[in-house]
């Protein structure tokens, strides 16, 4: 079952055109161009996968036991510039019975050479995990226990957040369950805490809403809409992602988006973002 709270951007703008690998060459610039097309691919695949995961939305009917997939990268380069970089991505899941549980990390580490002393530093230090677990009632009702934290291991100022985490628990009901059309609600109560760069922290109750729905119009077009709301004493989240997703062709498909981030503790406490995903094959 994915995750109950988990905010995602949208993909700001990008078409991909599905080409073979360029020949391997970075005197004249081919590699460059090969590896940046590569990585708009990757960012529309993933907008494209995450509206299309039906898990999101109508019952859930995993295979029981234990799957899941992981992912690892590493570079190094050195020469005129020394750097490395480090990613890891896991995903594991195990089924067994009423009860779906799920455990996501990512992680991201780089270092490069400082550009005034010119020793090696580290230039990132990310972390993020999260435990969703369901357990299904009936196929209308479920129960949710959610945790999830994040960690920025080099914050620019001494008010930047470093550790931002919450665990709520709550219950969770279809309120539509078909094979055309989906909608499920959700809403919980648990705890968020904040950590700053300068050693302050803040402890709060959190309450957290959420809402998921699917409605397939005909087989080359649905419409996916995603609401999560997040409030505690002193601030109120939310975000709400809108998207269309047509299949033209067997070659030609597209997602249109549209994303609203609400943050009454920002100076702009709301910010819109339009996303056009674009795949094209011939």
Do not use: C, H
Request: proline share 2%.
């Amino acid at each position: 079952m994915k995750r109950a709270f988990l905010l995602l951007p949208a993909t700001a703008l990008a078409l991909t055109v599905a080409l073979p690998a360029f020949a391997q060459d970075r005197i004249i610039g081919i590699q460059d161009l090969d590896d940046r097309i590569e990585d708009i691919e990757d960012d529309v695949a993933d907008d494209m996968a995450r509206s299309e995961d039906a898990a999101r939305f109508g019952f859930p009917e995993y295979q029981p036991g234990f799957s899941g997939s992981a992912s690892l990268g590493y570079v190094a380069q050195s020469g005129s510039t020394d750097s490395q970089e480090f990613n890891l991505g896991v995903r594991m899941r195990f089924a067994q019975g009423q009860l779906v549980q799920t455990i996501g990390i990512a992680a991201d580490f780089a270092e490069g050479e400082d550009a005034i002393s010119g020793v090696n530093v580290k230039t990132k230090e990310d972390i993020f995990a999260i435990y969703d677990a369901n357990y299904y009632l009936n196929d209308r009702f479920y129960l949710f226990a959610l945790a999830r934290v994040e960690r920025d291991g080099l914050p620019a100022a001494p008010t930047d957040i470093t550790r931002d985490a919450y665990f709520g628990v709550g219950p969770g009901y279809r309120v539509i369950n078909r094979q055309d059309m989906a909608w499920r609600l959700q809403a919980g109560v648990g705890a968020s805490y904040l950590r700053q760069a300068n050693g302050d922290s803040d402890t709060e109750v959190g309450y957290i809403a959420s809402s998921r729905f699917f409605w397939e119009f005909s087989d080359s077009v649905f419409l996916t809409n995603d609401t999560d709301v997040l409030s505690t004493d002193s601030s109120l989240r939310a975000n709400n992602d809108l998207g269309v997703n047509f299949k033209v062709s067997d070659t030609l498909s597209t997602r249109v988006s549209y994303l609203t981030e609400y943050n009454d503790e920002n100076e702009t406490k709301t910010d819109n973002r339009l996303g056009i995903s674009l795949v094209v094959g011939f």
